[in-house]
C-alpha cells in the first residue's frame, strides 16, 4: 500500500476515468485511488471495477447509492482512508480539470515543505484558469476574495478543492459535523483547519475546464458557498461551534 490516497468522487465519468487512473498510476511517485462512485448511470463503476483486475491492491472503489454531493462523497472517502494507513489524503476531480503531474508537488508541499494542508491553487499568481467563460471566471474569483473577507483566511483559492490533507487534519476535523454538501465543503474544511492552527499553503495550478463530460456546476453552488460563509463565521465565534 502507498503512503498517498487519490480521493476521486464520479458520476458519470465514464470517458474520463480510466485515462485519468493511468496517468495517476504513471506517476513517478506511487498513489493508491480510491474512486467514489454515486452509482452513475453511464457505468463508470463498472469501469472501474474493470481497471481493479490490472491495478490490484492499488485501485480501490466505494461505491454509493446515489448523487448525495461532492461533501458526502469527500466524508466518506476521508473515512476510509483514515481506516488505513495513508499518511497524505488528496481530494482530486475526475474531468482532468487537475493534472495528475501536479500530484507530486501538492505531496512535496506537505511532505518536504512543511504544510499540514496543500492547496492547487488557481489564483495565487493572478487567474490561473482555462477554458472557463468570463463570467463563471469572475464568479469564482470574486467569491473567494469575498470568503477570505468574511473568513479571515490568508487563501487565494478559498473553494479549490485539488488538496492533499496530512493525515492529522481529517483525523481532527470531526467530520461528522461538516455542514456543507456543494463547493461551501471545500471551505469549510479549510476554515476548520485554519481554527485548528494548521500550516495551509498555496501551489499555483492551472486549472483546465473539462473537455469530455457534463459539468456539475451550478449557480446554486455558488451562492451555497457565498451565502453560507456569513453564517459560519458567525457560529464560530462561540464556544459551542463544533470544529
Given at each position: 500500500?502507498?503512503?498517498?490516497?487519490v480521493?476521486?468522487?464520479t458520476?458519470?465519468?465514464?470517458?474520463?476515468?480510466?485515462?485519468?487512473?493511468r496517468?495517476?498510476?504513471?506517476?513517478?511517485?506511487?498513489?493508491d485511488?480510491?474512486?467514489?462512485?454515486?452509482n452513475?448511470?453511464?457505468?463508470?463503476?463498472?469501469?472501474?471495477?474493470?481497471?481493479?483486475?490490472?491495478?490490484?491492491?492499488?485501485?480501490?472503489?466505494l461505491e454509493r447509492?446515489?448523487?448525495?454531493?461532492?461533501?458526502?462523497?469527500?466524508?466518506?472517502?476521508?473515512?476510509?482512508?483514515?481506516?488505513r494507513?495513508?499518511?497524505?489524503?488528496?481530494e482530486?476531480?475526475?474531468?482532468?480539470s487537475?493534472?495528475?503531474?501536479?500530484?507530486?508537488?501538492?505531496?512535496n508541499?506537505?511532505?518536504?515543505?512543511?504544510?499540514?494542508?496543500?492547496?492547487g491553487?488557481r489564483?495565487?499568481?493572478g487567474?490561473?484558469?482555462?477554458?472557463w467563460?468570463?463570467?463563471?471566471?469572475?464568479?469564482?474569483?470574486?467569491?473567494s476574495?469575498?470568503?477570505?473577507f468574511?473568513?479571515?483566511?490568508?487563501?487565494?483559492?478559498?473553494?479549490?478543492?485539488?488538496?492533499?490533507?496530512?493525515?492529522?487534519?481529517l483525523?481532527?476535523?470531526?467530520?461528522?459535523?461538516?455542514?456543507?454538501?456543494?463547493y461551501a465543503f471545500?471551505?469549510?474544511?479549510k476554515?476548520?483547519?485554519?481554527?485548528?492552527g494548521?500550516n495551509?499553503?498555496?501551489?499555483?495550478?492551472?486549472?483546465v475546464?473539462r473537455?469530455?463530460?457534463?459539468?456539475k456546476?451550478?449557480?446554486?453552488?455558488f451562492?451555497?458557498?457565498v451565502?453560507g460563509?456569513?453564517?459560519?463565521?458567525?457560529?464560530?465565534?462561540?464556544k459551542s461551534?463544533?470544529?
Amino acid at each position: 500500500m502507498a503512503s498517498s490516497l487519490v480521493i476521486i468522487p464520479t458520476y458519470n465519468e465514464a470517458e474520463n476515468i480510466e485515462k485519468l487512473v493511468r496517468n495517476i498510476f504513471a506517476q513517478q511517485r506511487a498513489f493508491d485511488v480510491l474512486v467514489v462512485d454515486d452509482n452513475s448511470p453511464d457505468k463508470t463503476a463498472a469501469l472501474v471495477k474493470s481497471l481493479q483486475q490490472e491495478f490490484i491492491g492499488q485501485l480501490h472503489l466505494l461505491e454509493r447509492p446515489g448523487k448525495n454531493g461532492l461533501g458526502t462523497a469527500y466524508i466518506a472517502g476521508f473515512k476510509w482512508a483514515l481506516k488505513r494507513d495513508y499518511a497524505y489524503i488528496f481530494e482530486m476531480d475526475a474531468d482532468f480539470s487537475h493534472a495528475p503531474n501536479d500530484l507530486i508537488r501538492l505531496y512535496n508541499a506537505c511532505s518536504k515543505g512543511g504544510a499540514d494542508l496543500a492547496i492547487g491553487s488557481r489564483y495565487k499568481t493572478g487567474v490561473n484558469v482555462v477554458n472557463w467563460p468570463m463570467g463563471r471566471v469572475l464568479m469564482s474569483y470574486i467569491a473567494s476574495k469575498y470568503v477570505r473577507f468574511i473568513t479571515g483566511l490568508d487563501i487565494a483559492d478559498t473553494t479549490a478543492g485539488f488538496i492533499c490533507y496530512k493525515r492529522a487534519v481529517l483525523e481532527q476535523i470531526t467530520l461528522d459535523k461538516i455542514k456543507f454538501v456543494g463547493y461551501a465543503f471545500q471551505i469549510e474544511m479549510k476554515f476548520k483547519a485554519y481554527l485548528l492552527g494548521f500550516n495551509i499553503t498555496e501551489v499555483p495550478v492551472i486549472f483546465v475546464d473539462r473537455t469530455k463530460g457534463t459539468s456539475k456546476m451550478s449557480t446554486g453552488i455558488f451562492s451555497e458557498a457565498v451565502f453560507g460563509v456569513l453564517g459560519m463565521k458567525i457560529k464560530s465565534l462561540f464556544k459551542s461551534y463544533e470544529i
